[in-house]
């Protein structure tokens, strides 16, 4: 079964300084790799996903994840964060075809105006 | 017009009481899921079924039962709350198998086992 790690649990910045959210996971076979968002009191929502292709993803509101399959890696980045980006932020993965998502831990990131 | 919807959106509740959370979607989508979110932990799966005859067990399974009543509807239930269920729960859907394994969120359930 697959497994997702992510680091540094809690992630506190200033605007404008840059953002990047390791997440690492667990699986023998082809994966597709996604980060969602959760702004406070709101539900999950997809930022970007990777299935083929490209292993340089971009998403919404100027979030980009690199997908290196050595390292069994999929970071998130943000070159400049704004206040608005205060969300705690998910690694998933899920096997090609199973259809059955794992989760990270989450992110708390709070964003200081 | 939200896709997939849940209800009630807050729910308190003493321990022993049997509650049931319902998931509704309108994305014609076959496979649905029941999480449950705990600060720290992330998201995990209780229950998921990939069409309305197919139900599996998630990771987190005991003290919860689930009833696919529709292609569009997931019911989870607690039988018999207890304190430790106090968690926000989430329902979501994909379509039928293929590469594309996105899943789709509802606003969650936020339950409070007194």
């Known amino acids: 079964a697959q497994s997702v790690s992510q680091h540094n649990h809690h992630v506190i910045l200033s605007e404008a300084a840059s953002l990047e959210l390791g997440c690492n996971y667990s699986?023998?076979?082809?994966?597709?790799l996604f980060w969602y968002v959760q702004y406070p009191g709101q539900h999950l929502q997809l930022l970007l996903k990777?299935?083929?292709?490209?292993?340089l993803v971009k998403g919404i509101k100027g979030f980009e994840a690199e997908f290196i399959k050595s390292k069994f890696s999929f970071n998130l980045r943000k070159p400049s964060v704004q206040w608005s980006d205060t969300a705690e932020y998910f690694c998933?993965?899920?096997?090609?075809?199973?259809?059955?998502?794992?989760f990270g831990k989450g992110n708390q990131v709070v964003v200081i105006p | 017009d939200a896709d997939v919807t849940q209800t009630p959106r807050n729910r308190i509740t003493k321990t022993g009481k049997r509650i049931m959370l319902e998931c509704s979607q309108t994305?014609?989508?076959?496979?649905m899921y029941w999480y449950r979110q705990d600060p720290g932990l992330g998201l995990r799966l209780i229950y998921y079924?990939?069409?309305?005859?197919?139900?599996n067990k998630g990771e987190i399974s005991d003290g919860y039962s689930v009833s696919r009543q529709a292609q569009a509807k997931f019911s989870l239930s607690l039988e018999s709350a207890i304190p430790n269920q106090t968690a926000l729960y989430f329902c979501?859907?994909?379509?039928?198998?293929?590469?594309?394994?996105?899943?789709?969120f509802g606003p969650g359930t936020r339950l409070t086992v007194l």
């Open positions: 979501a859907t994909s379509e039928t198998g293929g590469e594309y394994n996105e899943q789709f």
């Open positions: 699986y023998g076979g082809t994966v597709n």
């Open positions: 990777y299935f083929s292709g490209d292993p």
């Open positions: 998933a993965v899920t096997g090609y075809g199973n259809n059955r998502l794992a």
């Open positions: 994305k014609g989508h076959d496979r």
């Open positions: 079924s990939f069409d309305v005859k197919d139900i």
